[in-house]
C-alpha cells in the first residue's frame, strides 16, 4: 500500500527524478543501483502517459535506415545517417537484451516488408539495411531474415490481402519482437528499483521547483489522493517527465528553452482470422511514414498516426476523424482485410515526446539528454525521444551523466532486470477465460504489494487485462469486490470505480462492447 507522503516532508535526496514512464523508471533504477539516494515521482500511474500508448515494438532499428522520401537524404545529410547508425545500433542491442533476459515480457512475430515498383526504397537497399543491422547488432537473437517473391505472398496469411499483388517487386520477411506490455515492464523497473532502496511515488503532483542558495533544488510535492502537501530537496533534479518536460522545466524558470516537439499517434485493434496470428505487416503509408498491422493476443492492431499535436497534453483520445484517416490506410495496404469502423474493438492514443529541433518540423527521433547547466541549472537534467526499446541504456546514460556532479550517498545494489511475476496459486480463477494469464488472486497481490490507487491502475498497469478484446469492462464490477476489502472500498466506492473504469474504457479507447 502507498506510505503518507508526509513521511518524505523536508527529506533530502541525492536525485529527485519526475515522471515514471520507462525511461523515468530506469532512470531511478540505475541511480538506486548505484548508491545515489532517489525519488520518483509521477503525477498520474506510473507508465500510464505515453510509454502505454506506443505501437509497442521492440524493433530491430529498421525505421532508423529509412530517412524519409529516398535514402539520398543521408547522403545530403551526414549527421542524420551517424545519428541513424546510432540509433539503429542501440535497438539491436536492446532487442538482444530485453529478449535474452527478460523473455516473459516480449513476444516474437514474423514481419514481413512489402517492397513496391514505387517504393521509395529498391529490394538491394532493403537488402543492405538488414546487412547493416546485422553487422551492428548482437548475434544472439537472430533477425531470420529472408526475401519472399511474389508468388509466395498469395498463399500467405495476411500477405494474401495485400494491394496490387502486380506491382510488387518482393517481400522482406523477418522476425520482428513486440513488448508484452509496456506499463507492466516499467512497473517491474519501479518495484525493482523499491527493492534498491528509492523511494517511488505515483499520484503524486509536482506543485512548485525552486533553486535553493546552497544549490539544491527545492521541490514542492502534493499527493494527488490526499490532502498532504510536503517539500523535498534534491542536489540533482531528473526531467523524464515525457510530453510534459517543458512545463516541469518552465517551473524551474519559465524563460527554460523548448525541448519537446510532440507528434500524436492513434492504432485501432480489430480480430483477424486465426490464421493471422503471429504474422504482421510492416511498411510505409502514402506519407511516406511507418505503418504497421501488429498481433496482438489473438488480435491485430493497425497504426499508427502521426501528426503534430499542440492539443491538451493532460487529455489524449483518439478522434474519429483520425481513425477516419487511419483505415483509409489500413485498406489501402491490406484491401482483403476490409477494416470497418464497425468491427473495431478499441484504440488508442499518445503523443511521442521528440526532440525539438526547428529543421524537423515534426521533431528529431534521435534521444536526446538535455544538460540545462548551459541555461544557468547547474544538476539539471531532461531525455527527450527516449523510445521505450532503449529505456535500459538511457537509465545508464542518466547515471553516468549525474555521477559527474553528484557524489552518491546511499548504499549500491544490484540491479535485476527479470519479470515480477504472480506466485502460483492454481486455486484462483481467471479474470477473463479470454485471457487467462492472470486471475483474481493475482489483483490481491497487486493490490499489496504494486502500489495502485484504483481499478484502472490495477487492470491497465498490473494485470493487463485492460489491453483485452474486452478491455476487462465486463468484470470490472467482479474485480473491484475481489479487492474492495484490502483497498477500503464500500459498496458506493465499488460501484463508482466500475463506472470510472468504463468511462475511461469509453472516452480514451472508444470501447463500447456489450457487457459479456
Same mark, same amino acid.
Given at each position: 500500500?502507498?506510505?503518507?507522503?508526509?513521511?518524505?516532508?523536508?527529506a533530502?535526496?541525492?536525485? %529527485?527524478?519526475?515522471?515514471? !514512464?520507462?525511461?523515468?523508471? &530506469? =532512470?531511478?533504477?540505475?541511480?538506486?543501483?548505484?548508491?545515489? @539516494?532517489?525519488?520518483?515521482?509521477?503525477?498520474?500511474?506510473?507508465?500510464?502517459?505515453?510509454?502505454?500508448?506506443?505501437?509497442?515494438?521492440?524493433?530491430?532499428?529498421?525505421?532508423?535506415?529509412?530517412?524519409?522520401?529516398?535514402?539520398?537524404?543521408?547522403?545530403?545529410?551526414?549527421?542524420?545517417?551517424?545519428?541513424?547508425?546510432?540509433?539503429?545500433?542501440?535497438?539491436?542491442?536492446?532487442?538482444?537484451?530485453?529478449?535474452?533476459?527478460?523473455?516473459?515480457r516480449?513476444?516474437?512475430?514474423?514481419? &514481413?516488408?512489402?517492397?513496391?515498383?514505387?517504393s521509395?526504397?529498391?529490394?538491394?537497399?532493403?537488402d543492405?539495411?538488414?546487412?547493416?543491422?546485422?553487422?551492428?547488432?548482437?548475434?544472439?537473437?537472430?533477425?531470420?531474415?529472408?526475401?519472399?517473391?511474389?508468388?509466395?505472398?498469395?498463399?500467405?496469411?495476411?500477405?494474401?490481402?495485400?494491394?496490387?499483388?502486380?506491382?510488387?517487386?518482393?517481400?522482406?520477411?523477418?522476425?520482428?519482437?513486440?513488448?508484452?506490455?509496456?506499463?507492466?515492464?516499467? #512497473?517491474?523497473?519501479?518495484?525493482?528499483?523499491?527493492?534498491?532502496?528509492a523511494?517511488?511515488?505515483?499520484?503524486?503532483?509536482?506543485?512548485?521547483?525552486?533553486?535553493? /542558495?546552497?544549490g539544491?533544488?527545492?521541490?514542492?510535492?502534493?499527493?494527488?489522493?490526499? =490532502?498532504?502537501?510536503?517539500?523535498?530537496?534534491? @542536489?540533482?533534479?531528473v526531467?523524464?517527465?515525457?510530453?510534459?518536460?517543458?512545463?516541469?522545466?518552465?517551473?524551474?524558470?519559465?524563460? %527554460?528553452?523548448?525541448?519537446?516537439?510532440? @507528434?500524436?499517434?492513434?492504432?485501432?485493434?480489430?480480430?483477424?482470422?486465426?490464421?493471422c496470428?503471429?504474422?504482421?505487416?510492416?511498411?510505409?503509408n502514402?506519407?511516406?511514414?511507418?505503418?504497421?498491422?501488429?498481433?496482438?493476443?489473438?488480435?491485430?492492431?493497425?497504426?499508427?498516426?502521426?501528426?503534430?499535436?499542440?492539443?491538451?497534453i493532460?487529455?489524449?483520445?483518439?478522434?474519429?476523424?483520425?481513425?477516419?484517416?487511419?483505415?483509409?490506410?489500413?485498406?489501402? #495496404?491490406?484491401?482483403?482485410?476490409?477494416?470497418?469502423?464497425?468491427?473495431?474493438?478499441?484504440?488508442?492514443?499518445?503523443?511521442?515526446?521528440?526532440?525539438?529541433?526547428?529543421?524537423?518540423?515534426?521533431?528529431?527521433? &534521435?534521444?536526446?539528454l538535455?544538460?540545462?547547466?548551459?541555461?544557468g541549472?547547474?544538476?539539471?537534467?531532461?531525455?527527450?525521444?527516449?523510445?521505450?526499446? =532503449?529505456?535500459?541504456?538511457?537509465?545508464?546514460?542518466?547515471?553516468?551523466?549525474?555521477?559527474?556532479?553528484?557524489?552518491? &550517498?546511499?548504499t549500491?545494489?544490484?540491479?535485476?532486470?527479470?519479470?515480477?511475476?504472480?506466485?502460483?496459486?492454481?486455486?484462483?480463477?481467471?479474470?477473463?477465460?479470454?485471457?487467462?494469464?492472470?486471475?483474481?488472486?493475482?489483483?490481491?497481490?497487486?493490490?499489496?504489494?504494486?502500489?495502485?490507487?484504483?481499478?484502472?491502475?490495477l487492470?491497465?498497469?498490473?494485470?493487463?487485462? !485492460?489491453?483485452?478484446?474486452s478491455?476487462?469492462?465486463?468484470?470490472?464490477e467482479?474485480?473491484?469486490?475481489?479487492? /474492495?476489502?484490502?483497498?477500503?472500498?464500500?459498496?458506493?466506492?465499488?460501484?463508482?470505480? @466500475?463506472?470510472?473504469?468504463?468511462?475511461?474504457?469509453?472516452?480514451?479507447?472508444?470501447?463500447?462492447?456489450?457487457n459479456?
Amino acid at each position: 500500500m502507498r506510505t503518507p507522503l508526509m513521511d518524505l516532508d523536508r527529506a533530502h535526496f541525492d536525485v %529527485v527524478v519526475i515522471g515514471a !514512464g520507462v525511461n523515468g523508471a &530506469s =532512470t531511478t533504477q540505475h541511480l538506486a543501483a548505484a548508491g545515489f @539516494t532517489t525519488l520518483l515521482v509521477e503525477q498520474n500511474d506510473f507508465a500510464s502517459g505515453s510509454s502505454s500508448r506506443s505501437s509497442r515494438l521492440l524493433h530491430c532499428g529498421l525505421r532508423y535506415l529509412a530517412p524519409g522520401c529516398s535514402m539520398w537524404e543521408f547522403a545530403f545529410h551526414p549527421n542524420r545517417l551517424i545519428t541513424a547508425l546510432s540509433m539503429a545500433r542501440q535497438a539491436m542491442e536492446s532487442r538482444s537484451q530485453m529478449v535474452r533476459e527478460t523473455p516473459e515480457r516480449v513476444r516474437s512475430m514474423t514481419f &514481413s516488408y512489402p517492397i513496391y515498383k514505387e517504393s521509395p526504397y529498391a529490394p538491394w537497399q532493403i537488402d543492405l539495411a538488414f546487412n547493416i543491422l546485422k553487422a551492428l547488432g548482437p548475434k544472439d537473437v537472430p533477425l531470420d531474415y529472408r526475401r519472399l517473391n511474389r508468388s509466395e505472398a498469395h498463399t500467405r496469411p495476411l500477405l494474401q490481402w495485400l494491394r496490387d499483388m502486380d506491382a510488387l517487386k518482393g517481400i522482406a520477411q523477418f522476425r520482428e519482437y513486440r513488448f508484452e506490455w509496456p506499463e507492466r515492464i516499467a #512497473l517491474d523497473t519501479v518495484l525493482d528499483a523499491a527493492r534498491l532502496g528509492a523511494q517511488v511515488r505515483n499520484h503524486t503532483a509536482l506543485r512548485g521547483v525552486e533553486r535553493e /542558495a546552497d544549490g539544491n533544488w527545492r521541490l514542492t510535492l502534493a499527493d494527488k489522493l490526499a =490532502t498532504e502537501e510536503v517539500t523535498v530537496t534534491a @542536489t540533482a533534479l531528473v526531467n523524464t517527465a515525457g510530453i510534459w518536460i517543458d512545463r516541469v522545466n518552465r517551473m524551474a524558470d519559465s524563460n %527554460v528553452g523548448r525541448r519537446i516537439t510532440g @507528434t500524436k499517434g492513434i492504432h485501432c485493434m480489430f480480430r483477424l482470422p486465426a490464421n493471422c496470428a503471429d504474422q504482421g505487416i510492416a511498411s510505409m503509408n502514402r506519407d511516406d511514414e511507418p505503418f504497421y498491422c501488429v498481433p496482438w493476443r489473438g488480435l491485430h492492431y493497425v497504426g499508427p498516426t502521426e501528426t503534430l499535436y499542440d492539443g491538451n497534453i493532460d487529455d489524449i483520445h483518439p478522434e474519429e476523424e483520425e481513425i477516419e484517416w487511419l483505415l483509409d490506410e489500413a485498406n489501402h #495496404l491490406l484491401p482483403g482485410a476490409e477494416f470497418k469502423r464497425e468491427k473495431m474493438l478499441f484504440a488508442w492514443a499518445g503523443v511521442r515526446p521528440l526532440t525539438y529541433d526547428p529543421a524537423q518540423p515534426k521533431g528529431a527521433r &534521435s534521444r536526446e539528454l538535455h544538460d540545462l547547466s548551459g541555461e544557468g541549472f547547474d544538476n539539471l537534467f531532461a531525455l527527450t525521444a527516449g523510445p521505450i526499446m =532503449t529505456h535500459r541504456s538511457a537509465g545508464e546514460l542518466l547515471t553516468k551523466h549525474v555521477a559527474k556532479r553528484v557524489r552518491p &550517498s546511499g548504499t549500491p545494489g544490484r540491479l535485476s532486470f527479470s519479470a515480477k511475476t504472480y506466485p502460483d496459486n492454481t486455486n484462483s480463477l481467471a479474470i477473463d477465460d479470454a485471457w487467462p494469464e492472470t486471475t483474481f488472486a493475482d489483483l490481491n497481490h497487486a493490490v499489496a504489494h504494486e502500489l495502485p490507487a484504483n481499478l484502472i491502475d490495477l487492470l491497465f498497469r498490473r494485470t493487463g487485462n !485492460g489491453w483485452t478484446a474486452s478491455m476487462g469492462a465486463p468484470m470490472a464490477e467482479q474485480a473491484a469486490r475481489q479487492v /474492495a476489502e484490502q483497498m477500503g472500498w464500500d459498496e458506493a466506492r465499488i460501484q463508482a470505480e @466500475t463506472q470510472a473504469y468504463k468511462d475511461y474504457v469509453a472516452r480514451n479507447h472508444l470501447w463500447h462492447g456489450a457487457n459479456d
